[in-house]
């Protein structure tokens, strides 16, 4: 008889493991809820190497290929001066973080990069500065026109909407792969109102109508700008001030089956109180997973109070894709129950459900087997799950014991952290 033996969760140490003899190759392991994380930080490319002489614009050793700058003022922000002696030709990352650097100094900053050669530049970090409006678009599409092999654009805490990114469609994107758009206010603002005046003899009357960018015809050249992005494997849209139809026409174009798309963060949107929108955004990956189903899709979904009402819109799309996280949603054991009767053909390997307080009755919903068919020997084919404080105790890990030995799922990896009540050195046997 095999055991797993997990560390206590008190200790918040991982777990060695082993699993039944059947699988003895694979390792199951209670991870820290640190490793594999799905978010990215908005900080994308690291210092190579730190000036002695200058703390804030990072990177400027004679060796390193960074050119970085971090909480200056905008008229701090000199590139040849940050450049110094190197060959422009090797750098590969340009970083300004929490420089309030609006669009006219990004413009400016622009014209003397594009002075330069960079045929190795890769990474491009604007993160948390002021950029707004077209001229910001317009800028950006410069310098990837100067630098066209650029795959990593962190645009994270600014002040863009969607539309001011409409200027970079084109083929300096070919190589874009990472593109971070969190905490912007993407919304695509609507149109000035247009007045229609009508004279009769009794008097006049004005009517007043506006018109919304978020029609469909405004929002076509959202397909074109993605199209536009043939490598584009991760998308961040966290905490992103979004309408509906402006996400939903973005998401459609993302996941449509010409792309590459891996990755898809979407945390705290409050899709909890926008359930129609959450549906129509799993009918088109239902839709778009009919005609692609080998593509990998990650979407992570936490913290969008989701609530067991979420839950029931996701399971009844028919929409399949590779990992979800539904961390921090509220989730109770009337949704995992839900999931249970879902997973089998969800395509699910992955599934992080941290925390969510279902508990052990949580557990017992969860692995319940609703289905008589087996897909490759199991019920289904999740090999990651996180449990991370979810209130779980040993009668968690009898249950999912028990789940494995019937053949619920190849679990490879379990996440169980932070349950308080899950005693030191607890084991569990199959």
Known sequence: ????????????????????????????????????????????????????????????????????????????????????????????????????????????????????????????????????????????????????????LSLGWNNLSLADLRDMTGPSLANMAFLDLRSNPLHVPARKSSTKRSSRKTGSRRSSVSVDDNSADDMAWVHAFVKSMPALSHVLLAQANI???????????????????EYIGLEWLGLGSRLASLSTIFGNIASAGQK????PLHLNLAANNLGDGGISVITSTGAAMTSLTLACNFITERGTAMLAKWLPKSGLTSLDLSDNHFGDQGIASLVSIHSDKLLDGHYSQIRLLGLNSCCL???????????????????????????RRISPGAKISM
């Not at 309408?243 to 798309?261: G, K, M, N, Q, Y």
């Not at 692609?292 to 593509?295: A, Q, V």
């Open 292 to 295: 692609n189903t080998s593509s």
């Open 1 to 152: 008889m095999a055991t797993i033996s997990l560390t206590s969760a008190r200790t918040e140490q991982p777990a060695l493991t082993a699993l039944p003899k059947t699988r003895s190759s694979s390792s199951l392991a209670s991870l820290t809820s640190s490793e594999n994380d799905a978010s990215i930080n908005s900080t994308l490319c690291e210092p190579a190497e730190k000036s002695t002489g200058n703390s804030d614009c990072l990177g400027c050793g004679a060796h390193s290929r960074e050119v970085a700058f971090v909480d200056l003022e905008p008229a701090e922000l000199n590139i040849c001066s940050a450049l110094g002696e190197r060959d422009s030709r090797t750098i590969e990352c340009l970083r300004i973080n929490g420089c309030r650097m609006d669009s006219s100094t990004l413009s400016m900053l622009v014209n003397d990069l594009c002075r330069l050669e960079l045929p190795n530049l890769h990474t491009v970090d604007l993160s948390k500065n002021q950029l707004s409006g077209s001229l910001a678009g317009a800028s950006l599409a410069r310098l990837l026109g100067n630098a066209p092999l650029v795959r990593t």
């Open 393 to 419: 105790s040993d009668a968690s890990l009898r249950i999912v014991a028990d789940a494995l030995s019937c053949r619920w799922a190849p679990l490879e990896s379990l996440r169980i952290l932070r349950n």
């Open 243 to 261: 309408a509906d139809r402006a996400l939903i026409v973005l998401l459609d174009a993302l996941i449509r089956p010409s792309t590459s798309i």
